[in-house]
C-alpha cells in the first residue's frame, strides 16, 4: 500500500515548468549577485503580478530568511513584532527574528481561529508606554496569511489592522510562506491582499508550491528596501548565481501557474475537508487553505498511520493534513477510503 | 503639605554609610578595573554573606545589565529563557536580554499571584520540540523574587522550580532586584534563598535599597562565571574605579546593612497595608515585601494624589505604593491620615 | 565578436551533470530540512571522500553563510578571527561574521602574496593582552584557500599555522570557496589539505565550480557542529527542500566531478598564464590557481575590452582575468589572439 | 619609599568637589532615570559649557558604554568605523563597537603621530566600493583626542577630517575620554573642539579626571539623540538614581573644574618632560596631554620600579608615563629625582 503524503507542502517535488525555466536560464554567462537578465527581469514580472511599479523584489533562499530580515528592516533593534501567539515567526523559526532584528522582541497576541483582532492590538497598544524606553516599542504588526492553521485573514480585517497599526506608527508585514493559498482562497488580486490592504512588507514563498529553492521580499516600502540591499548580502541570502533563483521565481508568478498550484492544493483540501466531514470527522478550526487540523483519538491516528497516511501529530488528539500543489484526486479519494476502513 | 515619596524604591537617596564607605575609600591611588584591594576584598564578603567560597561576584552599574548579561551568559542565542509572563527582564527592560544574548528569546509563562509555577514550567516543556532547531530551547528558567508585584517566593517553592528546570537540563536565574526584601520577608538566609534552593546566578540588587550606584551579579556557576569577565567589559559594565562600586556593595552588606534597610522598607509596608485594610482598601495581591498594589477608583487617586502622596497609577482602577529603606513610621501615619480624609 | 566570460566563475552556469542530479532528485516526496535520504546519504559521501568518518557535513546556501556560521561557531562574541589583510571574510561579506559573531572582530594581518605567515600570527600573539577583557581574543585563524588573489597554501604552510594556532588555543577555519581549485594545484587529497593539516572547519565552496545552489561547511570538530543545527536554521540556511542541495553537493563530490570541474579551470589559466607570459605580460603574484591579476595600461585594458573580453579592473593598472570550468581551449586560444591584437 | 603613581589616571581618586556635590544632592526623593533635576539642568549646563542649545547630553556609566553605543547610533549594522589602527576603541574595548553595532566593523587607517590624515581617510573612500553590500560602507570617522598615546589633534587637522569625512557623507565621532586634556592642551572652547570642528557627536570623559562614576554622550545631531534614548536603557547605561550621575558631570563642567584639573595633570606631565629631557630621555612621540611613552631599557625599567616609580611597559624598550589631577609638583621632582638615580 502506497504512502499518502499528507506530511506538509514542503515535502513535495518541484513542479516541472520551474526545472525547464532552470534549464533554460542555464544558457552562457551571467553576471553574479543578481546583476544579471533574470534578475532584472524579475522586477517587472513582480511589479505587474502585484500592480505596483514602486515596489522592490528581493530573491532570498529561505522563508525564514525572508521573514527575520524584512522584520530587521521594518523594527529598531528596541522595537516589538506584534503577531499572533501562535505565529510561524515566533514559534517556529528559532528566535531568527530577535537574532537578525538586533534584539527586537516579539509578542505574541491572542486571537480567534489563529487570526489577530483588531482588538488584541488595541489591547496591546493601550498597554504599552509609548516613550518609554523601559518597554519595547511596538513597531511592527506582522500577519501569517495562511495561518499555520490553515485558517484566513478576509480583506476587511487585514484592512481593519493595517488601518489600526499605521494610525499607530506601526509597519505591516505579512508572512506570505503561502500567499498564493490565500489568494485562491480569497479569489483576490495579488494587490488587493497585499498594499491595497495595507501591507508594507510581503514574504513571497515560493518553495511550498511547486518551487524548488527560491522565496522572495517583496517591498512596498521604498525607505525599507533601501536597507534591505545590505541586509541580504551579509546575512548569507544573495546567491551568487542569482539568475536561478529569479528565473524559479519568473516561472512562478508567470502565467498564473503559482495561482494554479494552490488551487490544486486547495481544492484536494476542500475535497479532502468535505469527505472527511461527511465521515463524521471534526476539525480544530475550519480548514480554508490547503491545511486542516483534524481531531482523532490515538488509536485513530494509529490505525490510519499503518494504512500508510503520512501526517504530523501536532497535540494530543490532533494530526494535522497538508496538500500540495503534487496532491491528487486520486490520493484524496484513496486517503477517504483508507480513512474510512480505519473507522 | 509635604509629599510623601511612595512612587518607588529608586526615588529614594543614598544611606550615609555608603557615602561614608565611599569617602573611605578614596585615598590614595588604585588600580583601576577592579585591580583594587576593595574590589578583592568583596569576593571574601560576598563567599562569607552567601556561605559559599565558589562564588564569583561581578560588581556592575544597573540591573538592567546584572539581569541581561548574566542571562547572556546562561543562555545560547537560540535558546530561550522562560519567566513569568510579568517579569521585569520582560516587561520593563527594553529587550536588553534579547540584544546581549544575541537573539535569545524570553517566554512569558503564567502563574497565580505573579509567581512561576512548576506546572506552567511543565507545560512549557511538553510544548517544547526538543532538540529541533526550528524551535527556540528553554535554557534559562528566570525568578524574579520579590515580583514587580510585591509576591515573595517561598523556599519550597523555589525548591520545586530548580529541581524543574535543572532535570530539564536548564539553569536557575534570580533577578533579585530587591533581594533583601525578599530575604526579610522569608527570614531567611541569602545561601538558603540561593544556591541552596538550586539558583545557579542571582542579580544582587542594591541601588534600590539605598546603595548610590552598584549592583552586582553573583555566580554559584564556575562555567558561567568564565565568560562573564569578557561579557562585562564589551557591554561597558566595568567601572574604570570599580573601587566605588565594591565598597559600597561591601558596606550594604557589611553589618547587615542590606537587611536592616530592607526591614524598614517591608516593615513600613506592613504597616501601611494594616492600616489601609483597616480603612476597608483591597489590594490586587496580598503585599509581602515593600510594594502595594491598590484598588482606588480614579476620583479617589485624584485625591489622593492632590493630598500629596507620590504614587503611579499602573493600570485602571490600581496604583502602585512603594516603601523605601527612607520610609519612616511617621510618613506612613501620615500617609493614612490622609487616605482617611480622601475616603 | 563574441564576448569571453573572465569576469569571475560565478558568472559561469550550472554543469548539465548536477541538472541530471536534480531531475532525478525530483522524484516522489520527501522530507524537510534534511530529513530526507540524499541528505543523509551526503554524510556518507563527504566522509569517504574526505577520509573521516566523524564529520559533519551541513549543506548551506552561499558561500558568505557558510564562513560567516561556521566563525559564529568557532569564535566567541568577544573574539577575534585572525586573517589576511586581504581576506575575503573581511574584505567582501559586509561584516557577515561580526553580525553572526554577536559582534567578534576579524583581524587582519600582512603577508606576501597573500598568504598569512606563522611569524604575522606570532607577531599577533605577542601583542595580544590574553585574558585581558579589553583586548578582543584571538579565537581562530581563518585562511582563504586558494587566496582571492590566485595564490595556494602549501600543505606544509597549513600544517606550520595550523600548529601555530593551535599551540596557543585557536581553531583553524579554511575558506573553501575554491577548494577543489587548490586541490588541484597541490595535487592533494581532500584529507590532506584539510583535517590532516590541522584545519578544523572547512567551508566547502561548490557554487563558483559547476554548482546551482549549494555550499557546505565541513566540520570537523564535533563541539562546532553541536551548534551549528540551531545557528544555521534561525540563519534562514536550512532549505526546506535540502534534497536538491545535498544532491547538487553529491553530484559535485561523486566521480571525481569537483576536480575534473576544477581541473578545467586551473589548465585553462595555466595555459592563459603561458600565452600571456610570451606575450609580455607581468602579474601580481604568480597565478597558482583559477585566477590572475594582470598589469596592464589603462589603454590597454579599453582595448581588451572593446575586443570583447569581459574582466574586472581591481585596481588602477591591474586586470582580473578568472576561468571556470567552462572556459574552454577555444577560450584561451581567442583571448591570447586578441590580446596580441590589442598591443 | 611612597610609590608615586604614574600608571594611570584612572588610578586617582575623586576630587573632594564631586563628593561634596554628591552629598548635595542627597537630600529628598527623586525621580529615577533621569526624571529628576539634577538630570535636566545638565542639560543646561551642558548647553551652556558648549555654546550650543541644541545639543542632548546623555550620562552614561563608563567610557566603553559611551564610545560604543554612539557609533552604534550613528552607524548602521552594516556600516564600517574608521578610525587610527592604534585608536582605543579598536584596541581596548573588547569589540564593544561591533557588538553594539550590531556586527559593523572598525578599520584601522594609518597616521603619524597617532593621529588619523586626511590622506588616510581618502585612501580608505577611495578603495571603497560604495554602495556594494559585499563591502563594510564607511560610515563614521572616530577620532579619539588626545589620543592613546599622548598627542593631540590641532583644531585646523580636526576641520580638515571633518570636511573630508562630511563630503562623503560620514558622521563624526569623537572619543573625548580625556577631553578635558585635549582642550587645555590646545587653549580652546569646548565649541571650537567639537561642533564647531565638525563633530557631530562626543563622548565627554570625566571619569578619568576626577569623577567617580559618570561619563556622557554629547550629541550635536538630533537624529543621532532620537535613538539613543531607547539605546542607553537596554545596554543597562540608564543609572536609577541618575540625579548622581548628573550631579557628578554638573560639578565637573561647573566652574571650570574640569579644565583646572585637567590643567594640573597637563602641566604635571610638562614638568616631567622637560625634566627628563634634561636628563637625556627620548620619547616615542612628543607629549602633549598627560601621558608620555619612554624609551628606557629594561634594566632602566627594572630600576626605576625598584625605586617606587609605578608605570606601565607598553612595548619592549617603551614605558608609559600618566600624570592626573591628583599629580603634584612635589611628584614630579621626586620622580626626577628617583629617575636621575637611576641612569
Chains 1, 2, 3, 4 share one sequence.
Not at 538586533?102 to 480567534?112: Q, T
Request: proline residues 4%; charged residues 15%.
Amino acid at each position: 500500500m502506497s504512502p499518502i503524503e499528507l506530511r506538509s507542502d514542503n515535502a513535495a517535488g518541484v513542479a516541472p515548468e520551474i526545472l525547464q525555466a532552470i534549464e533554460a536560464a542555464n544558457s552562457g554567462s551571467a553576471l553574479a549577485y543578481g546583476g544579471d537578465a533574470w534578475s532584472v527581469r524579475l522586477q517587472a514580472v513582480a511589479a505587474e503580478v502585484f500592480e505596483q511599479a514602486d515596489l522592490t523584489v528581493f530573491p532570498v533562499l529561505t522563508g525564514t530568511a525572508a521573514n527575520a530580515i524584512a522584520l530587521s528592516a521594518m523594527c529598531p533593534p528596541w522595537g516589538a513584532v506584534l503577531c499572533h501567539e501562535t505565529a510561524h515567526i515566533l514559534r517556529s523559526e528559532g528566535g531568527a527574528t530577535s537574532m537578525f532584528g538586533g534584539g527586537a522582541v516579539m509578542r505574541g497576541l491572542p486571537g480567534n481561529n489563529f487570526l489577530l483582532e483588531a482588538a488584541s492590538l488595541e489591547a496591546a497598544f493601550a498597554s504599552t508606554r509609548w516613550g518609554d524606553p523601559h518597554h519595547s516599542q511596538p513597531a511592527v504588526v506582522s500577519l501569517t496569511n495562511p495561518t499555520d492553521f490553515g485558517t484566513v485573514y478576509p480583506l476587511a480585517r487585514l484592512a481593519e489592522l493595517s488601518r489600526c497599526a499605521h494610525e499607530q506608527g506601526l509597519l505591516v508585514h505579512m508572512d506570505g510562506a503561502r500567499l498564493a493559498n490565500a489568494l485562491v482562497s480569497l479569489g483576490c488580486s495579488p494587490a488587493a491582499l497585499t498594499w491595497q490592504a495595507g501591507v508594507d512588507v510581503v514574504t513571497l514563498g515560493a518553495t511550498k508550491n511547486g518551487v524548488m529553492t527560491a522565496d522572495a521580499i517583496v517591498c512596498f516600502n521604498a525607505e525599507v528596501a533601501k536597507t534591505l540591499t545590505y541586509r541580504l548580502k551579509r546575512a548569507g541570502q544573495v546567491a551568487s548565481k542569482m539568475r536561478f533563483q529569479a528565473v524559479q521565481l519568473q516561472a512562478y508568478l508567470n502565467q498564473g501557474r503559482w495561482l494554479t498550484w494552490a488551487s490544486q492544493a486547495n481544492n484536494a483540501m476542500q475535497a479532502l475537508v468535505r469527505g472527511l466531514q461527511a465521515q463524521g470527522a471534526t476539525f480544530v478550526v475550519t480548514p480554508q487553505a490547503n491545511m486542516a487540523f483534524v481531531r482523532v483519538t490515538d488509536d485513530m491516528a494509529d490505525r490510519l498511520q499503518a494504512a500508510g497516511l503520512l501526517f504530523y501529530r501536532t497535540a494530543p488528539g490532533v494530526i494535522r493534513l497538508v496538500t500540495s500543489f503534487q496532491t491528487t484526486p486520486v490520493d484524496i479519494e484513496e486517503t477517504l477510503v483508507r480513512w474510512q476502513q480505519c473507522l
